[in-house]
């Protein structure tokens, strides 16, 4: 029986309540909200917090039995970019540590941030209210600045030596796959012993196979075009770009291939970023259209309609687009970066890519094209891989987190 009963998570940046795809909204906004429902079902209540954007959010939200979104006052009623956000942390940290004093009812035991603003806020939380503080990076920025693309912005200074910090003061660390572990020890020095690995889940009950045919006819994809779809941000990060430099070299090289792209996602940061202007400057207008986020289970339609669903990324903790898209059924092809070989069986549930070439990326698309049979079986291959992934494992290995969290709150790690 595990110890912690109820836990506060810092999501200040962004909220679980947005929908993924665009601003700041991603997959940790799902990891997050998905995490905390399974949570509660093994009878541990999960307070979220984040900040209020809008003077018309109400102070709580039950997302479920036992979980609550409570929205803090810190800084203006309004978006903050996140570069803007790092003056707000002690104000946000004071204002959680207010309302999480204030609860009734089971006391919180353990404080969880997300992401590196979360983090710094909660270093302040955990000290005032003496609890262990557990840490998800998500993204890093070394690892980031790594693997930094001609047109990206190189993550500042200031977020660096932040989660420089949080390594040094989290009780434990938690990673999304072993690759990250091994980057939180080279870029920050921390120590094995206290990182725990956890992978992130897929929820099985949406994301599933079903009829392909269905899928198409419903979002009028003809069942002669080669369709190919990706879901997420609209950034130089996550390489919607790449996709559209690998379709006109397919136009030229390949002109069998009947293609059809699907672009799912919303612009974010500060880059200029116009999809749309590149697809028609490439004469791609007429097989490559540009859709706005949607919910989960319109998106499990899109990857159920795909040929092969694509994560062009320059930098992946996980990749939870891939997970998705493998649980209903579909071969995904992805960068071999991050925690992306993790998520995709190279050869058996998709295929990973070595940089972001757009020579590369046509091959891969045309070799799957070309190879229809084995492209089912990859598809049949993944729905499978894609079932060990669910999050009540997810919650599962949390919890088991939070209980070595509280354990070695006051004493040291052996080994660390």
């Known amino acids: 029986m595990h110890q912690i009963r109820r836990v506060a998570m810092l999501s200040l940046h962004t909220s679980p309540l947005e929908q993924p795809g665009g601003g700041d909204a991603g997959g940790m906004n799902v990891y997050v909200r998905h995490l905390a429902l399974e949570l509660a079902a093994t009878g541990v209540a999960v307070d979220i917090y984040t900040r209020r954007t809008a003077a018309t959010q109400p102070d709580t939200v039950e997302l479920a039995p036992q979980v609550y979104v409570h929205h803090i006052t810190a800084g203006p009623f309004t978006k903050v970019a996140k570069e803007a956000l790092p003056e707000l942390i002690t104000e946000m940290a004071d204002a959680v540590a207010d309302h999480v004093t204030s609860l009734s009812g089971e006391a919180v035991r353990v404080i969880h941030s997300h992401y590196w603003v979360s983090g710094m806020a909660g270093i302040l939380v955990a000290k005032r209210l003496d609890l262990p503080l557990v840490h998800t990076m998500h993204t890093m920025a070394r690892v980031k600045n790594d693997h930094l693309q001609p047109g990206q912005s190189a993550e500042p200074g200031i977020r660096e030596d932040g989660e420089q910090q949080i390594v040094a003061a989290a009780t434990r660390l938690i990673a999304n796959t072993t690759a990250e572990a091994a980057e939180l020890e080279s870029h920050y020095d921390g120590c094995e012993q206290r990182i725990d690995v956890v992978s992130p889940g897929v929820d099985l009950k949406i994301f599933k196979p079903a009829f392909r045919d269905r899928s198409r006819m419903k979002l009028r994809i003809a069942p002669e075009r080669f369709h190919i779809v990706f879901a997420g941000r609209l950034q130089r990060l996550k390489g919607p770009h790449v996709l559209v430099k690998a379709a006109t070299i397919l136009r030229t090289e390949r002109p069998d291939i009947d293609l059809e792209l699907t672009?799912?996602?919303?612009?974010?940061?500060?880059?200029?970023?116009?999809?749309?202007?590149?697809?028609?400057?490439?004469?791609?207008?007429?097989?490559?259209?540009?859709?706005?986020?949607?919910?989960?289970?319109?998106?499990?339609?899109?990857?159920?309609?795909?040929?092969?669903?694509?994560?062009?990324?320059?930098?992946?903790?996980?990749?939870?687009?891939?997970?998705?898209?493998?649980?209903?059924?579909?071969?995904?092809?992805?960068?071999?970066?991050?925690?992306?070989?993790?998520?995709?069986?190279?050869?058996?549930?998709?295929?990973?890519?070595?940089?972001?070439?757009?020579?590369?990326?046509?091959?891969?698309?045309?070799?799957?094209?070309?190879?229809?049979?084995?492209?089912?079986?990859?598809?049949?291959?993944?729905?499978?891989?894609?079932?060990?992934?669910?999050?009540?494992?997810?919650?599962?290995?949390?919890?088991?987190?939070?209980?070595?969290?509280?354990?070695?709150?006051?004493?040291?790690v052996p080994g660390c």
């Open 263 to 412: 672009f799912l996602g919303a612009s974010s940061g500060n880059d200029k970023y116009d999809l749309t202007a590149m697809i028609a400057d490439a004469g791609l207008s007429a097989i490559a259209t540009v859709h706005p986020p949607v919910e989960a289970a319109i998106l499990a339609d899109w990857y159920r309609s795909a040929d092969v669903v694509t994560v062009p990324s320059s930098s992946e903790s996980f990749g939870l687009v891939a997970l998705e898209a493998q649980a209903c059924g579909t071969p995904v092809i992805a960068t071999s970066v991050g925690g992306l070989p993790r998520a995709v069986s190279d050869g058996r549930t998709g295929l990973l890519v070595a940089n972001r070439s757009a020579k590369l990326w046509a091959e891969a698309i045309a070799s799957l094209h070309d190879f229809g049979e084995t492209r089912a079986d990859m598809g049949r291959a993944a729905s499978v891989f894609a079932e060990a992934y669910g999050w009540e494992k997810t919650a599962a290995q949390t919890i088991l987190s939070y209980d070595l969290a509280l354990k070695y709150q006051h004493i040291p």
